[in-house]
């Protein structure tokens, strides 16, 4: 695959956790994130983006979120485990990105925030339509996602070098 290759990058806030007395790592899903993880994964799949690979935070909320958002694409991309993503810094979530190997075209990280509204905010040099005025006015709510579109080699992601495509959350 050139390096010049039209990529995506898909940034998944996980779904509403609940509070319950464990630790901030395993917090599982809240009912309503039950019920939104789904319904994102929906929304994932109209989107037309096939998945070459996800990246997954180790924190049992977005492990539940991505098992049942997951369920509801045509197909199941190669799943990583990352512990980087859980509590990762805007320039260690670039960091991340900049290790995919150039054969991947599409990406799915599934993490937390403030990181994912972070990145995405960084990575978007620009914003088609009314994308970036809804993500940020919505502030990237639990469930929500934004397609980010690039053209290079992953090591080539750094602030500014993408367009928002889209940006989706439940409940706006």
Not at 14 to 21: E, G, I, L, R, T
Not at 70 to 91: D, I, M
Not at 105 to 126: E, K, Y
Request: proline share 5%; glycine share 10%; aromatic share 6%.
């Amino acid at each position: 695959m050139s390096v010049d290759t039209p990529r995506r990058i898909v940034l998944l806030r996980h779904a509403k956790a609940d509070w319950p007395q464990v630790s901030d790592h395993e917090r599982p899903l809240a009912e309503r994130g039950r019920t939104d993880a789904p319904v994102a994964g929906r929304k994932l799949a109209d989107t037309g983006i096939t998945f070459d690979l996800a990246l997954c935070s180790t924190a049992a909320r977005t492990r539940e979120t991505w098992k049942l958002a997951v369920q509801e694409l045509p197909h199941r991309p190669k799943t990583v485990y990352e512990e980087r993503l859980y509590e990762a810094s805007l320039g260690e979530l670039i960091g991340l990105l900049n290790e995919v190997s150039d054969e991947v075209r599409n990406v799915l990280v599934i993490g937390h925030n403030p990181g994912m509204h972070a990145l995405s905010d960084a990575l978007a040099g620009a914003a088609e339509g009314d994308a970036g005025a809804r993500m940020n006015r919505g502030g990237f709510p639990t469930a929500a996602f934004a397609v980010v579109g690039f053209d290079g080699s992953w090591k080539s992601v750094e602030h500014g070098v993408g367009t928002l495509l889209d940006y989706w959350a439940p409940h706006s």
